[in-house]
């Protein structure tokens, strides 16, 4: 995960004293990659101790080794944002060819940036429990909700047993009767939706293996799963973070899925060109 993705995500559940470090970072990363530790302090209302705990909190040894990943990340930043950034504010009087460049700049920085953090050994973990899975369970509210209903269709059409749900009661019941071999998917942006959180554990309960997609790997519900797959998120005029994360959603969970398709190949392919043929009759030559 990159650095600046890892403090974004993380700062919500920093305590105070941290988390005003991770926003003064977060606010001009290049000036804090400038300063010294004792500036850093006195811009964040800290102490130098505090910048050392926040280093350490990041797995780094000291506040030289963050000032250098920082300095690394900034320059990347810089050069994505030279190719792809054309400003996140959209007017009410825009012209569309700049809502376009907008919209699309944004999605393509939040695909490269969660690209950049996924832990491909947790999707390793995950796509062979589903490949395994005698039943599959996905459930998200709101706009996680269609990001479910989607990898749900995929999942299916390659022969794997799958479900997905939107409302909590149908979702917690079908948790309910999942067992060892089994597996379920909450979907959660924020890591904070009651429902999902409820049905990760309900499935967790009677021993099926639990995934969390969140962009919060410290959120509540990425406490609740055994094994967590993270977005990143990015938002824009009119579009909610929430909303903008249903791109990186998809991405987490397209590479899980031909990575599914991986290790079935030979079931998957059959599959693939059955449905192909029962569908042929309802295209037009």
């Not at 700049?105 to 429990?129: C, F, P, S, W, Y």
């Not at 990898?151 to 067992?179: F, K, N, V």
Request: aromatic content about 4%; overall charge negative; glycine content about 8%.
């Amino acid at each position: 995960m990159e650095l600046l993705g890892r403090i974004r995500a993380e700062q919500g559940e920093l305590p105070d004293a941290l988390r005003r470090v991770a926003e003064l970072i977060l606010g001009d990363p290049a000036e804090a990659a400038r300063s010294t530790i004792v500036d850093l302090a006195e811009r964040s209302g800290t102490s130098t101790a505090t910048i050392t705990r926040f280093c350490r909190a990041l797995g780094f040894g000291g506040y030289a080794e963050l000032r250098v990943a920082l300095a690394t990340e900034t320059g990347r930043v810089a050069q994505r944002q030279w190719e792809t950034d054309i400003g996140q504010e959209i007017l009410p009087d825009d012209g569309l060819d700049r809502v376009l460049g907008v919209v699309s700049g944004n999605d393509i920085r939040l695909i490269q940036e969660t690209a950049a953090q996924l832990d491909l050994a947790t999707v390793e973990k995950v796509a062979r429990a589903i490949s395994l899975a005698r039943r599959v369970l996905l459930f998200g509210v709101a706009s996680s909700a269609s990001v479910a209903g989607e990898m749900e269709y995929r999942l299916q059409r390659i022969g794997i047993p799958t479900w997905s749900r939107s409302d909590a009661h149908s979702a917690l019941t079908d948790a309910a009767l999942l067992g060892q071999g089994d597996v379920a998917v909450g979907i959660s942006h924020s890591g904070r939706t009651r429902e999902v959180i409820e049905v990760l554990a309900e499935a967790g309960s009677h021993g099926a293996i639990t995934v969390a997609v969140t962009s919060h790997p410290r959120s509540s519900l990425a406490e609740a799963a055994e094994l967590v797959l993270t977005t990143a998120n990015r938002e824009t005029t009119f579009r909610s973070d929430g909303f903008a994360a249903i791109h990186s959603q998809l991405l987490v969970l397209d590479v899980v899925y031909v990575s599914v398709a991986q290790r079935t190949h030979q079931r998957t392919q059959e599959a693939l060109d059955l449905t192909v043929r029962a569908v042929t009759g309802h295209r037009l030559p």
